[in-house]
T-cell receptor, first 119, second 112 residues
Framework: EPEVTQTPSHQVTQMGQEVILRCVPI?????FYWYRQILGQKVEFLVS????????KSEIFDDQFSVERPDGSNFTLKIRSTKLEDSAMYFC?????????????????FGPGTRLTVL | QKEVEQNSGPLSVPEGAIASLNCTYS??????FFWYRQYSGKSPELIMF????GDKEDGRFTAQLNKASQYVSLLIRDSQPSDSATYLC????????????FGTGTRLLVSP
């Protein structure tokens, strides 16, 4: 069964360093998402991406964050200058569509996550 | 204002019992409703989605939606110890928004 994959599974970095988290969405999916979950807290939406551009972003997704689809398979999240409070699990998700059409096609499937630890 | 609310639990049930998990949401225009299961340290795993008022059954799981009351629930029949996890309710808002809004999750403990 197709699944979303993410690398690395765990990333440790020093405060102020740049990190890039990588994701390979499900191959026939068109919409891609990043969420994060701080330990003990709820899953929070960061950004959605469609047709090579950001389609929606949250207040969390400030200028320190960027996303890119550098090729036909990868989807990346870059944090330019990490802060201690960026420590969290980062989940990539994908869906066939956003809404409309066959309703089940807007279901988002999550990857295993990258645990980011900022020291 | 909290958009999706769940009781954090833990909800403890004996093996074989029915577990009932509840979720309320604030945006009356919400379109799609999802239940995810999350084991500790793992990612959300889709259990069910529901869009229309009423019940939807899939194996041991039944999702119930009442849009008038802004309420969605998940019933797990014949609960197993392996069902012990945190159950996340997620809501997709009006058409045009893509993000899922998650509740804090309800921790379910099924004792043998």
């Amino acid at each position: 069964e197709p699944e979303v994959t993410q690398t690395p599974s765990h990333q440790v970095t020093q405060m102020g360093q740049e990190v890039i988290l990588r994701c390979v969405p499900i191959s026939n999916h068109l919409y891609f998402y990043w969420y994060r979950q701080i330990l003990g807290q709820k899953v929070e939406f960061l950004v959605s991406f469609y047709n090579n551009e950001i389609s929606e972003k949250s207040e969390i997704f400030d200028d320190q964050f960027s996303v890119e689809r550098p090729d036909g398979s990868n989807f990346t999240l870059k944090i330019r200058s990490t802060k201690l409070e960026d420590s969290a699990m980062y989940f990539c998700a994908s869906s066939q569509r956003s809404s409309g059409g066959h309703l089940s096609s807007d279901t988002q499937y999550f990857g295993p996550g990258t645990r980011l630890t900022v020291l | 204002q909290k958009e999706v609310e769940q009781n954090s639990g833990p909800l403890s049930v004996p093996e074989g019992a029915i577990a009932s998990l509840n979720c309320t949401y604030s945006d009356r225009g919400s379109q799609s409703f999802f239940w995810y299961r999350q084991y500790s340290g793992k990612s959300p795993e889709l259990i069910m989605f529901i869009y229309s008022n009423g019940d939807k059954e899939d194996g041991r799981f039944t999702a119930q939606l009442n849009k008038a009351s802004q309420y969605v629930s998940l019933l797990i029949r014949d609960s197993q110890p392996s069902d012990s996890a945190t159950y996340l309710c997620a809501v997709k808002l009006n058409t045009g928004f893509q993000k899922l809004v998650f509740g804090t999750g309800t921790r379910l403990l099924v004792s043998p």
